[in-house]
C-alpha cells in the first residue's frame, strides 16, 4: 500500500489495485492526474468515497418511492430495466428496453417525474465531466460523451464477474470509461465483486472464441444510422469473451475477487472492458459512460483492443 496522505493505492493478490482519493484532495494536483491515469489505464479502479454529487431533500424524497417515479415495478430484482439519458438528444430515452427473465420491459417514467429525473441526469452529467476533465485532462478532445444511465431498481441478485461489452453499441475499439456513483436515498450501500486483471482472464477464453461472421442485417442497420456504428471485429471478440466468461459457472465459482462496498455519495471510475466486475446488491445508482480512443491514452498498449490484438495477432478495427 503506498499512501501520500490525500491518495492511497492498494492490491490485493490476483485482483484489481485500487486508488482511493480521500474526500478534498485536489483532483487537478499532479500526483493526483499521474496516480489517476496510471491506475485507470491499468485496469484498476478509482475510488472517490465522498465524491460531492448530491441529490437535494425533495430529490431523495422524490426518488425514495419508486411507485412516485415509475409507472411499475419489474418482478425479478435484478437491477433492470434501466432509465438511459442521452445527451445528446437532451432527454431520456423513452424505449430503452432490458430482458428481465426473458421479458422485455422498460422502465417508464410518470409524466409528473419526469422533468425531476431529467434534471439529475443532466446535473449528473455535467458534474460527472467536470470530475473527468480534472482527473484526465489528457483525454479531454478525444472523449466521446456519451449516456447517463439511472438505475431506480433494486438488485438482490449476484451479476456474474464480467468485462463490459459493447453490447447495442459497438466502441469500435474504444474504452469504456465510466463512473459510478451511490445516490441512494436511505443510506443503502452498492456492493460489487472486483475480479482478476484482464489478460489472464483473455487468456483463459480466447481459445474457445469461434467468431461468426457479421451478419448482413447488422451492417444495414449500421448503415442506416439505427445502431450507433457497425461491429468491429474487436466487438465481437470483446462479446465472445464475456459471454464465455459468465456462462462458465466453475469460473464463476473459483475466480479471484474482492468485494467492495460504495457508500452513498460515494463515487468510482474504471475503463470496464478492462476490469473484471459484478454488481452484487444495491439501489439508485448514477453512471455516466465517455468512449475513449486507444490513440489519446498516455500507454495505448495497455488498452483492452491493444492487449486482444497482440493475444489474437490480428488488426480488429
Ligand atoms: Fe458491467
Redesign the pocket.
Known sequence: MVDQGCISVSEEAGTVKMLTIEPGADLSAPEVRRTAIETLEGGGLIYLPKSGFELSERERELISDTAKILTREPDVQDGRPTIIFDPAHGRIKKYHYAQVRGKLMRAQVRDTARPDIEAIMVRYGKWSEDVINQLFPIYQEALDRKRVTYRPFARNST?SL???SSYGYPTQGRGMLRIFTNINPVNRLRIWQLGEPFEPFVSRFLPSVRLSKPSWISAILARLGIVDGAKTKYDQYVAAVRALGIRDKEYQRTAPRKIMEFPVGASWIAI?DLVL???ISGQHSLDRTFYLPVEAMSDPSRSSLRILERMTGEALV
Open positions: 451479476q464480467h468485462i463490459d470496464t466486475h459484478g454488481a
